[in-house]
C-alpha cells in the first residue's frame, strides 16, 4: 500500500493471504501457477486484477472463492482458514459468501431472466428477491425474457443479478466484459459499480483491460504468479467515464 493509504483494521480485512503457492502437475512438467502471493482485501473494496494469460490472476481468484486449494500457503476469510477447510466447509463457504461472475454468462435456455435468478435464491439463506436484483442491474423490464431473447449484455446483467441475489459479501468476476463490445461491456460495468456501492460488496474484478483498472479502489498487477505491482487510485471513475 502507498504511504498515503492507512493498513485497514484487521476487523475490517476479508481476506488475507500469506504465501498462497498452486502447483500443477501437467503430466512431468511442473506449472507454478502462484509463487507466495501476500494479499489482504478490505470489507467493501473494489480491486481489479490485471495480467497477461497465465499470470496467475485466475488461480488466484478461484482459490479465494473456495473452488481451488493452494498447494501451499494461507489463506483466511474473516477468522475462517479456507486454505485448510474440508470440501464441505468450501461448498458452504461458497453458497453463503461468494457470488461468481464470469466470462460467460451460463444461463439456462429454458428459463427466463427471473427463473435463472431464482435458482440461487432458492437455496441461500437470507436472498433478496429475484425482482430486486434485476432492478439493481438495470433489468426490471425485461423480467420475463429467456436469454434467447436477451443482448450478450443483458445475459451479462442476469448473470450479475444471479451473483448478487443472495446477498453475498464477496463477488468475484472473471473477465465480465471479455466477451462483449466496449458500449455494452461499459453498460455491465455499471452494474458492478451499482452493486459494490450501494451493498457494500467486496468486489474483485480480473481483466485484461487496463482502462477498467481507473474505476477500482485498488488496482493489482500480477507476473508469472505474483504481484507484480500494486497501486491506489486517488478517486474511483465512473464506468462511463473509461477509455476502452
Known amino acids: 500500500m502507498s504511504a498515503s493509504q492507512p493498513e485497514p483494521h484487521a476487523a475490517d480485512l476479508v481476506f488475507r493471504a500469506r504465501g498462497l503457492t498452486k502447483v500443477y502437475q501437467m503430466g512431468e512438467v511442473e506449472v507454478h501457477a502462484l509463487r507466495g502471493v501476500d494479499l489482504e482485501l478490505a470489507r467493501g473494496e473494489f480491486v481489479v486484477l490485471l495480467g497477461a494469460s497465465g499470470s496467475g490472476k485466475s488461480t488466484l481468484v478461484n482459490i479465494m472463492g473456495g473452488l481451488d486449494r493452494p498447494t501451499a500457503g494461507e489463506l483466511w476469510y474473516e477468522n475462517e482458514a479456507l486454505s485448510h477447510a474440508s470440501e464441505r466447509e468450501l461448498t458452504e463457504f461458497r453458497r453463503r459468501y461468494v457470488g461468481f461472475v464470469f466470462q460467460f454468462y451460463n444461463l439456462i435456455p429454458s428459463l427466463t431472466a427471473r427463473e435463472n435468478v431464482a435458482v440461487v435464491t432458492e437455496i441461500a439463506t ?28 443483458e445475459q451479462q446483467r442476469v448473470a450479475i443479478a444471479r451473483a448478487i441475489a443472495k446477498r453475498p459479501a464477496v463477488l468475484l468476476c472473471d ?69 476502452w
Open 126 to 153: 437470507e436472498p433478496m428477491r429475484p425482482e430486486e436484483a434485476l432492478e439493481i442491474v438495470g433489468l426490471g423490464g425485461r423480467m420475463d425474457h429467456f436469454p434467447a431473447q436477451l443482448s450478450g449484455g
Open 175 to 243: 473477465e465480465p466484459t471479455g466477451a462483449l463490445d466496449s458500449k455494452t461491456g461499459v453498460v455491465v460495468l455499471q452494474a458492478l459499480d451499482t452493486v459494490s456501492r450501494e451493498l457494500g460488496t467486496t468486489t474483485a474484478v480480473i481483466t485484461h483491460n487496463a482502462g477498467i483498472a481507473d474505476m477500482a479502489d485498488r488496482v493489482l498487477v500480477m507476473t508469472d504468479g505474483r504481484i507484480s505491482d500494486e497501486r491506489r487510485n486517488a478517486t474511483r471513475k465512473s464506468p462511463d467515464e473509461i477509455s
